[in-house]
């Protein structure tokens, strides 16, 4: 039998420990502090003894954050040898989880987990507790048939992928401890059959755009300015512009166009015969990589001087999240070769690189270098109630693992 038939029997023999496994992290709350939750230290230490008693030597990269009680977010790393010891292949798998959100809508506890059909449900379990699973299974099953990985296998259990990745994937890209001759793996987004190998992410631009006009009561209206209408006239008149004006198509991408979507506005007068003198207002923006973010904010910028000398308002335009797209990761890749090879070998499978709207930490090994793949099987369930991972998923993810790190 070969090392790769040896593993795959192995990976499918340790579904039932697989499955035992995950609902031991799930049991573990680890809900962002910008959440309202407590953070993943204690699961981070669960993680840490587990991969110890595989016989994984772990190294702690502690960040320190004052709003959790141990006074530190934790991110693991292991790295088991490879026969080219020049370069490694890193696999990154978060803690965190996001809150349940509205309780009322969970059929059960979403921190008792349940194995029911064939899934298993809990907060986190799609949303990153399968690959915290098929990540650490994939080794074991390497560990004790002692097969070597091609180049070094890291293994990364980050911290804060919810809330923008700073004690995270983002500390570490800081202390130095990748070579941008490395290559990364994600798998934080994916298909239902794995059949999608995302490559490339759009550029992310957020922005609060503040009116301030003049605030009376609301049967004077002409004595004040009204920053409600005067808002709206710009959120409608921006949503024109940057759709008209930034129309391309890239069909490696899905959806194919750049989005410029308005969501949140901040409640303004609390009665109703009150002109307001503040409108705060947020637009969420993914846009293709051929148009450069400056640009794009210089565009902005031109609609917004001519509608602040037209009202007498001020208007300001303010960018909470502006992330340039990283440079896509080329098909040529090995690391997208070696997926799409496994996912041919052990599945039949012809992968198709595509695009996404964004926000992945594969953004961030990106634009420090490492060619860097986002990959799973999963339904699509992040952040929803009633979130599972499917037991069959989580098994068979583990087997590419092993596969890619192997060939
Ligand atoms: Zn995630």
Redesign the pocket.
Known sequence: MSNLNRMVDRIEGSRDDMTRFMVEVLKIKAVNPDGGGKGEFERAMFMKKQLEKAGLHVTRHDVPDSRVVEGVRVNLATVLEGEDEGRTLWIAA?LDTVPEGSRELWATDPYVPIVKDGKIFGRGAE??GQAIASTLFAVKAMKTLGVKPKMNLGLLYVSD??SGSKYGVISLLEKGIFKSTDMALVP?AGSPDGSQIEVAEKSILWLKITTSGKQVHGSTPEKGLNAHRIGMKFAIQLDEMLHSKYAGKEPLFDPPTSTFEPTKCEANVENVNTVPGLDIQYFDCRILPQYPLDEVMGQIESVRLRLEKETGAKIEVDPKQREQNANSTPMESPIVQKLKNALKQLRGLDATPIGIGGGTVGAYFRRSGMHTAVWSTIDDL?HQPNEYCKIENMVDDAKVFAYVATT
């Open positions: 978060h949303d990153n992928e919810e934080d992040a």
